[in-house]
T-cell receptor, first 112, second 111 residues
Framework: ETGVTQSPTHLIKTRGQQVTLRCSSQ?????VSWYQQALGQGPQFIFQ???????GRGNFPPRFSGLQFPNYSSELNVNALELDDSALYLC???????????FGPGTRLLVL | AQRVTQPEKLLSVFKGAPVELKCNYS??????LFWYVQYSRQRLQLLLR??SRESIKGFTADLNKGETSFHLKKPFAQEEDSAMYYC?????????????FGKGTKLSVKP
């Protein structure tokens, strides 16, 4: 069984740029959730994808968008980066009818 | 609004001492609650969930609806228990995958 993987591990961008983060879900999982974890905080829900459709969204602006592909891997896109977007971005996958989420190692984004 | 509160940022105990990590939640129904743990340089992983009623690595957590608490306990702490611990609650009314996390408590177990 393959766990959740994320790429890249680290990323440095400047304000105003765009970034794409990638996530491969655990084998057999069809639901992917993305979280933002700022320094010293718990993870905050961004959105969830289930079978390629957005299935819930947290309190994040539209410049945070995502995709899920037929193989259930997912992307998180952030446009017009701001300094406050600097954080660890976590991807978690789960079976649709279960709430246990399995997390990836995260992508650490630094916006300068 | 649903909320999870972990009042202690840092908890430091000696090896062999009992440990209790506090978690309070705000939700009027019957919630399912989780404890996640993150060891140094490892990913966030599920430690235990309320519905399972099991003991993992010697940790237990009991849901107290009257006090809206889900404290994590272990009678004898070990050095390998040192980690960040997060309490989490599903966002009812939203997508099932939406977990609301507390800010976390860093447990440090000294030799």
């Amino acid at each position: 069984e393959t766990g959740v993987t994320q790429s890249p591990t680290h990323l440095i961008k400047t304000r105003g740029q765009q970034v794409t983060l990638r996530c491969s879900s655990q084998s057999g999982h069809n639901t992917v959730s993305w979280y933002q974890q700022a320094l010293g905080q718990g993870p905050q829900f961004i959105f969830q994808y289930y079978r390629e459709e957005e299935n819930g969204r947290g309190n994040f602006p539209p410049r945070f968008s995502g995709l899920q592909f037929p193989n259930y891997s997912s992307e998180l896109n952030v446009n017009a980066l701001e300094l406050d977007d600097s954080a660890l971005y976590l991807c978690a996958s789960s079976l649709r009818d279960k709430e246990t989420q399995y997390f990836g190692p995260g992508t650490r984004l630094l916006v300068l | 609004a649903q909320r999870v509160t972990q009042p202690e940022k840092l908890l430091s105990v000696f090896k062999g001492a009992p440990v209790e990590l506090k978690c309070n939640y705000s939700y009027s129904g019957s919630p399912e609650l989780f404890w996640y743990v993150q060891y140094s340089r490892q990913r966030l992983q599920l430690l235990l969930r309320h519905i399972s009623r099991e003991s993992i690595k010697g940790f237990t957590a009991d849901l107290n609806k009257g006090e809206t608490s889900f404290h994590l306990k272990k009678p004898f702490a070990q050095e390998e228990d040192s980690a960040m611990y997060y309490c989490a609650l599903p966002s009812y009314g939203g997508s099932q995958g939406n977990l609301i996390f507390g800010k976390g408590t860093k447990l440090s177990v000294k030799p």
